[in-house]
């Protein structure tokens, strides 16, 4: 029998990871640069920033937000708008060059009644998809197997994002 193993995911299951103080998508827009990797920020631009999604999906599951808090997006400014919509672009290009997934989920959950697990900061999800990439765990175990840990997700794909300026 073959094991998957995923420990990093058990304090998240049994509730016991520790809780941010403030909006947790507010304090990645303003971390320092040295603590990008750590906290999954991938690309930061003077509009809005690409983030690793903590509890994916998929591998590969990535989140563009715009830096300034807001949940309305008619709150958002042009150079807002234009900047996420367009990292939105960039950052399933640099997916599919990575990883080639066979088809992309995109979009936002805006408010708690949509799905929306942050629903005081709007942001937009790419989740890369394949053909059969999807299993009995989710329904069976209400757990899903992610093969590559975040860190190694992170250092394919930062550097993919080094020669873009967008704003």
Avoid at 88 to 98: E, F, G
Avoid at 130 to 152: A, C, E, K, Y
Wanted: charged share 20%; hydrophobic share 40%.
């Amino acid at each position: 029998m073959k094991q998957m193993w995923a420990p990093w995911r058990s304090a998240y299951i049994l509730g016991q990871e520790k809780r941010e103080d403030g909006c947790i998508l507010c304090n990645r827009a303003t971390c320092p640069e040295k603590e990008h990797e750590e906290r999954g920020v991938i690309y930061q631009s003077k509009h809005a920033y690409v983030m690793l999604n903590r509890y994916p999906y998929t591998g590969g599951h990535l989140m563009v937000v715009p830096n300034r808090h807001t949940a309305d997006l008619n709150e958002l400014t042009r150079g807002e708008y234009v900047a996420l919509n367009l990292l939105v672009r960039i950052a399933t290009t640099k997916l599919a060059d990575a990883f080639h997934p066979q088809g992309f989920n995109i979009g936002m959950n805006l408010g708690r009644a949509a799905g929306a697990g942050i629903d005081e900061h709007l942001h937009m999800h790419i989740v890369p998809r394949w053909n059969g990439d999807t299993n009995f765990f989710p329904i069976m175990t209400d757990t899903r197997v992610i093969h590559q840990s975040l860190i190694d997700l992170y250092r394919t794909l930062a550097p993919l994002f080094a020669d873009i300026t967008v704003d």
